[in-house]
């Protein structure tokens, strides 16, 4: 799964920060199932989440294969840097306030300087959940049990993932990401990670903007050769819609006729609401690529 591996699939994870947040990302490891290293990291508290913290990154016993980071946006940049120096596999940067705000520009081209080649995702997002090796690099409750195959959801907005999660529509999720901002790994880049995992047998996509046309051209072509089809819902249909998204995730969603256009030159299914992207992931996980 190329260079996101230790990060989708991590064996030792990093708890960084001491709020709510970083104990229900515990607390969700635990509830899951997780069997790797859990490590907490803050500077004062002796403990996080019920297990003994660490002061600092360098006091880890080896670079952690994925961080989640649940501290304020200035400190972000400086543990991303911190984790790139250190070898370690990746990183979800929780925090907000990057590009879709008025002043977080030039936060965001240092976040990206600080990561270098180290893989992170968001910021503004929530991040990982993994059901197949029972990974929840993830602050809040979701739906997600622990399955040995099933559907892949990716999704820019945390908000509509974790609903997603929730379905009780029978339908098997082996994992649910969330690319934020996508300030580094971009939609179509981490699906081409996950769609080459044998245990994936189709992709959601919940889309707000394209961003790099090429990777989703990459997407597509993966999506044929290994017989893995997708199905797409774009937001951003309406005026308002529009300019909500980039509010959100600081995107710019682009016109319905554009994308309309390119998902059915891409051969990817569209749809028109959450229920029913669910509903055609059900079909595409039990009979494969439907004609037509």
């Known amino acids: 799964m190329s260079d996101l591996e230790r990060l989708l699939r991590p064996r030792s994870i990093a708890v960084v920060g001491g709020g709510a ?21 803050h500077p004062q508290k002796d403990s996080v989440g019920g297990l003994p913290a ?12 994925a961080t989640f980071i649940g501290v304020n946006r200035t400190a972000t940049i400086g543990l991303v840097g911190e984790l790139r120096q250190m070898g370690a596999g990746g990183a979800v940067c929780f925090a907000s306030g990057f590009k879709e705000t008025a002043d977080g520009g030039a936060l965001n081209d240092q976040l990206l300087a600080a990561a270098g080649a180290m893989p992170i995702l968001g910021p503004n997002c929530y991040g990982v959940l993994n059901a197949v090796d029972q990974v929840a690099l993830w602050p809040d409750q979701h739906g997600l ?14 908000n509509i993932a974790i609903n997603l999660t929730m379905q009780q529509r029978g339908l098997p999720i082996a994992y649910t990401i969330t690319a934020g901002n996508q300030a580094q790994q971009g939609l179509a880049r981490i699906a081409q990670a996950v769609i ?15 961003g790099d046309i090429a990777a989703f051209e990459e997407l597509a072509r993966l999506s044929h050769e290994l017989a893995k089809p997708i199905v797409a819902l774009k937001a951003g249909r309406s005026q308002e819609s529009q300019l909500a998204t980039i509010s959100h995730t600081a995107s710019l969603s682009g016109s319905s006729a554009g994308s309309d256009a390119l998902l059915a030159r891409l051969g990817i299914a569209q749809v028109g609401s959450p229920g029913a992207m669910l509903e055609t992931l059900k079909l595409f996980h039990c009979h494969g690529r439907l004609p037509g």
Not at 21 to 37: D, S, Y
Not at 196 to 210: H, K, N, V
């Open 54 to 65: 660490f002061r600092t990154l360098a006091d880890l016993p080896n670079a952690p294969d």
């Open 145 to 158: 049990v622990p399955v040995e195959r099933g559907v892949a959801i990716l999704a820019q907005s945390s």
């Open 21 to 41: 947040w970083c104990e229900a990302v515990i607390e969700q490891n635990q509830k899951i199932g997780f069997k790797g290293h859990i490590w907490p990291v």
């Open 196 to 210: 080459r995992d044998d245990r994936i047998t189709a992709l959601g996509l919940y889309i707000e903007s394209f």
